[in-house]
């Protein structure tokens, strides 16, 4: 039986002044390369990212406490600044007094509505971490964060800490109006993803599989100590993975290293939805990172090894076709963020895709930052057991 499509609609709302006692954020516009209205569902008029910058008299810059103070003080009025990223998708701060990880740290913290998520990198400040180190040769096309794994951040935070001269944008697309467009423009694609969702098969070994990759130990092995044997590591592991709380809806098997490329591991199997909906809104997104495998593998083809593997939920591969014109409407709807240092950018990754572009120079020459957040867990979008997803468990 077919599948029935949910069908929403943003709903507008006068927004409120960005103003506290102490401090005010005004909006500006930002060129046409770097922003851009957003098509339907959205409020007629949206922009993304919607730019915001202290205003003080005689353009003097604010002192950090001072920011600090007004997004907390915002956040308790109704989640201000949270409502306003739940339209847009994307916020952008600029002006602000924010000059290492420490300050970058304390700025994120201020949302305080929300629990920080530890990436799987050095740390840098508390829950700040330095974004995706591959090389600067390597393109990161627009993707939801982690949409491979049952467990995601609602929210992300980067910093521009340093800047390239030339290239180095991090794009911003809204993958609400992805979906929209792909569910006209390819409907087909958006009516087997409704009813089969996606089978996500994931490689971790016990050594990195290319520049910027996670090993096996950096992605579920917290809690290994040394001295353990090779038994009580592997049920650590498998601990970690049963967290995700899905049953048999993930699966996984240990390998041997049989092509010598980093050892042992595990095949990571989720089935997963592919379309979610906004809380609050109900508001179908294409939770995805479908295009960027399939754009990556072609621009980056010598640069690293593709670990995971997209299949229909069914297990029959997804045409090249769908995944192309995903693509193509990616490359029409998003804009790339052209950075200034002291950016920070602020994503609902539930609705908004980011990435990374190439840039040239050094790989030193551009720093972002990177802080994750947990917040609600997306919707279903139908009402399939595998199409639900939950918080992980604690451990």
Known sequence: MATALKQATIQSFEPEKIASPLLAFEQFDLPSSNQRVLGPPHPEGTVIPLALRPSTPSDAVPDLDTVIETVKYLQAQGGVLTKKLAVHGTLLFRGLPIHDANDFSRFAHAFDEIIGIVVDRPLLAPNVAPANESPKEVLIYNHNESPQVPHAPEYIFFYGHRVPSQGGETPISSSVELFRRAQQEIPDFIAQLAEKGILSRVTYKTGRQYAGGSTLKQA????????????????????????????????????????????????????????????????????????????????????????????????????????????????????????????????????????????????????????????????????????????????
């Open 220 to 395: 579920f092995g917290k809690e290994i100590r040394d001295g353990d044997d090779e038994a009580t590591q592997r049920a650590k592991i498998e601990a970690q993975i049963a967290r995700y709380g899905r049953g048999k809806y993930t699966t996984w098997e240990w390998i041997d290293d049989d092509d010598g490329d980093g050892g042992s591991g595990v095949v990571l199997t989720h089935r997963l939805p592919a379309i979610r909906t906004q809380p609050g809104t109900d508001l179908p997104t294409l939770f995805t990172g479908l295009a960027a495998y399939y754009k990556n593998a072609r621009v980056n083809a010598a640069s690293g090894r593709n670990v995971t593997q997209q299949l229909f939920g069914d297990g029959t591969p997804i045409p090249e076709e769908y995944l192309a014109a995903l693509a193509r409407i990616t490359d029409e709807i998003r804009v790339l963020h052209k950075w200034q240092r002291g950016d920070v950018l602020v994503y609902d990754n539930i609705i908004a895709q980011h990435g990374r572009e190439p840039w040239q120079g050094e790989q030193a020459d551009r720093v972002v930052m990177a802080s994750l957040f947990d917040g609600q867990v997306p919707g279903a979008y139908i009402s399939e057991d595998w199409a639900q997803v939950v918080q992980a468990l604690e451990g």
